[in-house]
């Protein structure tokens, strides 16, 4: 890992908390910008959870939302990723040029001090999530600090997320 930049970001998942639930959740953490890093921006339990509609719905709010699921989405056109983790083997999309190029474009926007940035995904645990697997461990690696908002609203660290699913595997063999 790289010197720690003393940037930070936070993810979070907004899985059934509804939209009104969700953007008190940002409130707290006093998130101003929401990053959306689904490569698929569709919810087909949440109408406010499509990308067309959260382009309307969350700037009255006071946040400003983002779409970056074409850099940052990890598998495109699919989100198995959220279901089915392990079926996808991440390690090629860590060189992808255009997932370079979402994490500059998204460091370049942390060295704004007014911001605070939250990558939103449906998945609301991070643990097998795109958000710490792929994300995560890649602005990790670039010395952005990654807190990731858990199922509880807890915070947890890149670092704690990372070592608990390298226990999942061990465990595995």
Known sequence: ???????????????????????????????????????????SYWEDFRKERLQRIVPPTGLKYVYMGDTLGGVRNSPVLCKDPEAVDIHPLFNDPDFRKGLTVLIKALDHPDRVICLMCGCKRPHGCHRSRLIGTALEDLGVGVVHIDADESLVPQSAVAESQREIQASLF
């Not at 720690?4 to 998942?13: C, D, E, F, L, N």
């Not at 907004?14 to 689904?38: A, I, K, P, S």
């Open 1 to 43: 890992m790289e010197q720690s930049t003393g940037k930070q970001v936070y993810t979070a998942g907004y899985g059934n908390r509804g939209f009104d639930g969700f953007v008190e959740l940002m409130r707290r953490f006093g998130v101003t910008h929401l990053v959306d890093v689904r490569s698929v921006p569709q919810s």
